[in-house]
């Protein structure tokens, strides 16, 4: 057969796409298939990368009307331009997708635009998106499904823009800053593009049906962040559960919600109202039952440690599998993967050990256990907390807000987890993450010679704390 593949990859997000290119360093005849015009799913499309451009304008915008006064830095008239960071962040995007096209060439990936449908076990229909007739037949040894997820919306509400229920994809979107966007869901995408319009002129109110926003990260952080969101005038209300949205009138929008703990009914009216309840797995058209692959009540694809699903040559990654929906787990997920299929011996994927991170300002970061988490598993514990506003680093750069909490076991010392809240703390989480991989102690920590003065100082102080009880400027 002509069309016959060592390894075909379905999806081009993070997991999609490095699968395919390691399938090609180790010699496999590849291909990927990519319903969208763009490759980079998800997360470079209409997730991590534009929102994290928006975040970032939206940031300097905001340091510019309420900081740069006290460096000394004062404008006549400051103003943003919509557009102009719209424009941005399409462009970003742009760059990225001709980027991963380039490394499609480069390794010799075949690309087929459409739809994957599984025919049988070993082949692959690949069908217009549009027309919905067969462009294509692919036959494989392995595949790999890394389709992605979508957002989740209520059952008794449809995302529908002229309505103005809108998702994640469609916030990012938008060609207006909404007077008032509401937000049902406190989690990481809920507070991240509620920070973006917050700070660009938004009045922001985010409804979470849990007691606390980021509930999946440790109580320290969820508390903290609290704090910092409501100090920018973001307002949080907990506890509720959405029993009804409905549009008021061409430009305003109703959402009625009842409180858990005395049924009492509220509404909250504004102009747009985002959904940031979750994502659910994208495995439509597939044709999973043409091959009798196992999915679980939720929809996600069954697979065993070696993310093989019940077709034995068959493996599925990212978020379609469920577990942490995140762009660096698909990608470890691809790369183990490849080499499991090829004979190596790939890394062992502990879950425990990749981060989990929000890009407010300050950033959100956590790796490891919660500090809950260690005391279900009665676990015997130390635990250091430094405050980011004892650094001389954020006293300079004027984010004093946070903290570096570091927790270790009483008797080995180890450390079990470490969560953070503060400036640059994305990237100080891979401190942690390497710590914990070789398994050092919080001495161990201490022990090493931090630069002065930066903000990676609070995890020597929070390691002193741990093992010694005390830190030399606490």
Known sequence: MKNLYDIVVI????????????????????????????????????????????????????????????HGIFFEKLFFDFGKMMDR??????NINSGIKYLMKKNKIDLYQGIGSFKTKNILSVIDKISFQKKNEIQFKYCIISTGSKPLCLSHSNFDIENRIISSTDAINLKEIPKKLIII????????????????????????????IISNMDDSLSK?????????????????????????????????????????????????CLLSIGRKPYTKNLGLENINIKINEKGFILVNNDLQTSIDNIYAI???????????KAEEEGLYVVEHIVGQKPNKLNYDLMPSIIYTYPEVASVGQSENEIKK???EYNVGIFPMK????????????????????????????????????ADMIM????????????????????????????????????????????
Do not use: W
């Not at 998800?42 to 006290?70: E, H, M, Q, R, W």
């Not at 001389?392 to 080995?412: E, P």
């Open 89 to 94: 962040k399409n462009e970003i995007v742009r």
């Open 318 to 328: 990212g978020d379609v599998v469920g577990g942490k929906m995140l762009a660096h």
């Open 11 to 70: 999806g081009s997000g993070p997991g999609g796409y490095i699968s395919a290119i390691r399938a090609s360093q180790l010699g496999l005849r590849t291909a990927i298939i990519e319903k969208y015009q763009e490759l980079g799913g998800t997360c470079l499309n209409v997730g991590c990368i534009p929102s994290k451009s928006l975040l970032d304008s939206s940031k300097y915008f905001s340091l510019a009307k309420n900081s740069y006064s006290s």
């Open 377 to 379: 598993n009665k676990i």
């Open 185 to 212: 869901g406190g989690g990481i995408i809920g507070l991240e593009l509620g920070s973006i319009f917050n700070r660009l002129g938004s009045k922001v109110v985010i409804i979470e049906t849990m007691d606390q």
């Open 224 to 272: 903290e962040m609290r704090k910092i969101l409501e100090k920018s005038s973001i307002q949080i209300e907990t506890s509720l559960s959405v029993s009804n949205i409905f549009k008021e009138n061409h430009e305003k929008i109703s959402v009625i919600a009842k409180h858990h703990h005395n049924g009492k009914k509220v509404k909250f009216i504004g102009n747009y």
């Open 431 to 474: 401190e942690a993450s390497v710590a914990m991989e070789f398994r050092s102690s919080s001495e161990d920590i201490f022990r090493i010679c931090h630069p002065h003065p930066t903000f990676s100082e609070s995890f020597k102080e929070a390691a002193q704390l741990n093992f010694d009880r005390r830190s030399i400027h606490t």
């Open 390 to 425: 004892i650094l001389g680093r954020a006293r300079a750069s004027g984010c004093t807000d946070g903290f570096l909490k570091m927790i270790s076991h009483k008797k080995t010392d180890d450390i079990l987890g470490v969560h953070i809240i503060g400036d640059h703390a």
